[in-house]
């Protein structure tokens, strides 16, 4: 063995450090590991009054909420599936991969789609979503689509602006907004915002395994979806989901038994113990020391840069950074081999092919994340940026901590 050769520092609890699936609470866990429980009566099918309670808690929401067994995309295409007839027209504002997905959805369901792109590094641009409205005079766009942070770029877009063009083109089309990445994890109120359908998948801010995604539906999208024209997939529409009397009609069929017991426990963590509000002020914390640690690592020099340069345009759930490619890379293979911390790919910044696609990586502080992992995150990262000889500034963990404590 070589005097120099460093043997792995990765044994131990592994990190999953990507935005989603995120950690998986113990207690989540272990709520799951459940002999198969009775779905016609019992515990089970008694959850659900409280289950629903607190799932409208979770998007600030007095309104309605459908459960379908798919991950974010079966929830993108029921939420289209419901309001939405081939020929009808949607405006998708795109700002990452992630809203480009939506808007390709809809375009392979026979959407009549126009597309604003704000490009991957920046949040949409309310001032031309009202222009775009305005001229629509016969009032054809019957839907907005948005991502509230796409977890691509991971810019977050301010939603209540989004709503405020809106009115201010004075147009009656539906805003939805895809809140896959940031429900439970940043400030989001359905009802206040008046958002008309919230989407969201149970593997992210919500700290369950992926397999069950959420529509949050506004009174007013419940009538555009009775007065959509053409047949409506009787799967994907929500009106027995949302006014079930049976238990399986939640479900369109048998129910996700143990995902619904995982859920329970996470819910319980989030709404009833940690609080909704503290959980976004928890996420906004780490999510500084993220930045002040990325910051530090810029400067003098540095090559670090975060995707995202306008702070109050920063998810609080995940952080894009840009390095040399194929430094990104090089930095993921190590702190996954050498420390256990799974960082998260650059999702869309790049083909795949193009060598540019090495030079992005993701650090995910979504949902189940507390102080000291973020902080071994960060420390981590910055390990390998010295193992490496990746050029970065110093007094990345210092500013991180000073970040953390601020208020
Ligand atoms: C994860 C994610 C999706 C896709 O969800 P899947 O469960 O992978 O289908 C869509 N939109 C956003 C913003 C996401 O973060």
Same mark, same amino acid.
């Given at each position: 063995m070589p005097s120099d050769f460093l043997p792995s520092l990765g044994q131990g609890r592994p990190y999953l450090a990507i935005p989603g699936p995120s950690v998986v609470p113990d207690r989540v866990l272990n709520a799951m590991h459940s002999p198969a429980p009775n779905i016609y009566?019992?515990?089970?099918?008694?959850?659900?009054?409280d289950l629903l309670r607190d799932l409208r808690a979770a998007a600030c929401?007095?309104?309605?909420?459908a459960i379908y067994i798919s991950n974010g995309h079966g929830a993108w295409e029921a939420a289209l599936a419901n309001i939405c007839a081939p020929g009808d027209r949607v405006l998708s504002l795109v700002t990452g991969r992630f809203g480009t997905g939506w808007a390709e959805m809809a375009r392979a369901l026979g959407v009549n789609l126009?597309?604003?792109?704000?490009?991957?590094?920046?949040?949409?641009?309310?001032?031309?979503?009202?222009?775009?409205?305005? &001229?629509?005079?016969?009032?054809?766009?019957?839907?907005?689509?948005?991502?509230?942070?796409?977890?691509?770029?991971?810019?977050r877009n301010d939603i209540p602006a989004l709503r405020a063009a809106i009115d201010a083109a004075g147009h009656p089309a539906l805003l939805l907004v895809d809140a896959i990445a940031s429900l439970g994890c940043e400030e989001l109120r359905m009802d206040a915002w008046g958002v008309d359908i919230v989407v969201a998948a149970s593997q992210k801010g919500l700290m369950t395994p992926p397999g069950l995604s959420f529509l949050w539906v506004s009174d007013k999208a419940r009538t555009a979806a009775d007065t959509r024209s053409g047949p409506r997939s009787p799967y994907w529409n929500w009106t027995p989901r949302i006014d079930a009397q049976a238990f399986y009609q939640y479900f369109g069929g048998t129910a996700p038994t143990h995902h619904l017991l995982g859920l329970r426990a996470a819910l319980d963590m989030l709404i009833h113990?940690?609080?909704?509000?503290?959980?976004?002020?928890?996420?906004?914390?780490?999510?500084?020391?993220?930045?002040?640690?990325?910051?530090a690592w810029g400067a003098d020099n540095g090559d670090?840069?975060?995707?995202?340069?306008?702070?109050? &345009?920063r998810s609080h759930a995940v952080t894009s950074m840009r390095l040399t490619a194929p430094d990104a890379t090089r930095l993921r293979q190590w702190t996954e081999t050498q420390a256990g911390v799974t960082l998260g790919i650059g999702l869309g910044m790049a083909d795949p092919t193009d060598p540019a696609w090495h030079g992005y990586f993701r650090l995910a502080h979504m949902g189940h994340v507390n102080a000291h992992m973020a902080l071994g995150a960060l420390g981590v990262i910055d390990t390998g940026l010295k193992a490496l000889s990746i050029p970065h500034g110093p007094g990345a963990l210092d500013a991180a901590t000073q970040a953390l404590l601020s208020p």
């Open positions: 009566e019992g515990a089970l099918p008694q959850m659900m009054p929401t007095r309104q309605h909420v126009q597309t604003l792109d704000f490009g991957r590094s920046a949040p949409l641009d309310p001032q031309q979503v009202e222009d775009t409205l305005r &001229a629509d005079p016969e009032r054809k766009i019957r839907a907005v689509l948005a991502t509230h942070v796409d977890t691509a770029s991971t810019v113990e940690e609080g909704l509000e503290t959980a976004w002020i928890r996420h906004a914390r780490l999510a500084r020391a993220v930045w002040a640690a990325a910051d670090l840069r975060l995707n995202i340069a306008r702070r109050d &345009a």
